[in-house]
């Protein structure tokens, strides 16, 4: 019924399963369609033509930040947005919230090991990434929006690490901008 009314607002547009590849040329078996949804994806995502990355010493005056404490895994589990896609661990928010106190000290403990590691899983490196559309031409790839779908766990370090940075990027920014700013 949802299609039906979609379809009569905005005309009735067939599923595709055609891509043009990077000559420009259509593509229609599964496996090119998949091969070229990823080099693309791998190319606006990725940084090419970097070779030269050095580690470099970082001198600070400050002591460097402790490791998040409970309280702050508590607050980023709360800043979770329920009844969202789980990441390729496959574990909903929903599970994590419900879990009590004891998922939560696990979920700690993880997130101070992948801090005094200062290295994520590998499995937080991949995520999965669906494409789409913001125009009506779904063969051409610069249409489309990819929405990556991360483990929760992920988003629960980022909120942490968020909320630590949020107060320098504040003093940095100043009031000059205000258009990507929270309640800016």
């Known amino acids: 019924m949802y299609r ?22 259509l593509v229609a078996d599964s496996h090119s369609i998949l091969v070229r949804w990823r ?21 600070t005056a400050e002591q460097l ?8 895994v508590e607050m980023a589990l709360e800043k979770l947005k329920s ?16 879990g009590g106190r ?28 669906l494409p789409v559309y913001e125009k009506d031409n779904k063969t051409d790839f610069s ?6 779908f991360l483990p929760a766990t992920y ?3 980022s909120n942490i690490l968020l909320s630590r940075l949020t107060p320098y990027a504040e003093e940095i920014i100043g009031d000059h901008q205000c258009r990507f700013r929270h309640n800016g």
């Open 4 to 25: 039906g009314i979609t379809d009569f607002k905005k005309g009735y547009h067939p599923r595709t399963n055609i891509v043009k590849d990077w000559k420009g040329y």
């Open 39 to 59: 080099n693309y994806f791998s190319q606006l995502l990725n940084v090419h033509g970097v070779n030269d990355v050095r580690q470099t010493e970082i001198h």
């Open 65 to 72: 930040k402790p490791e998040p404490s409970a309280f702050e």
């Open 83 to 98: 009844y969202k896609s789980p990441g390729i661990d496959q574990i909903p928010v929903e599970f994590i919230k419900a």
């Open 102 to 129: 004891t998922i939560h000290c696990e979920i700690h403990k993880l997130i101070i090991s992948i801090w005094n590691k200062e290295e994520l899983p590998e499995e937080w490196k991949e995520p999965i990434i």
């Open 143 to 148: 249409n489309c929006r990819g929405l990556s």
């Open 155 to 157: 988003i629960i370090l």
